[in-house]
């Protein structure tokens, strides 16, 4: 338990923290990728990462709602 008495520490909280921009930073510069070569290479690209079906899902709801992979954009 946290020294406040609660079942996640400060530590947790900032690794959930790491973890989350780091999966939106990666999926930033995959939309980038699809802006800049276009949709056929980034197929070729991600066709074998076994995360991509994870990831997939945030890219494409990204790329509808119009982030073309912009430093630190994340549109809700």
């Not at 079942?7 to 790491?18: L, R, S």
Request: proline share 1%; charged share 30%; glycine share 12%.
């Amino acid at each position: 338990m946290g020294r406040d008495g609660s079942a996640v520490t400060h530590d947790a909280h900032v690794y959930a923290w790491q973890q989350r921009e780091l999966r939106r930073s990666l999926i930033r510069q995959l939309l980038r990728w699809h802006r800049e070569r276009g949709a056929e290479w980034l197929r070729g690209y991600v066709e074998r990462w076994p995360a991509w079906a994870g990831l997939r899902v945030d890219f494409w709801a990204q790329q509808r709602l119009g982030n073309g992979g912009e430093e630190g954009k994340w549109l809700s």
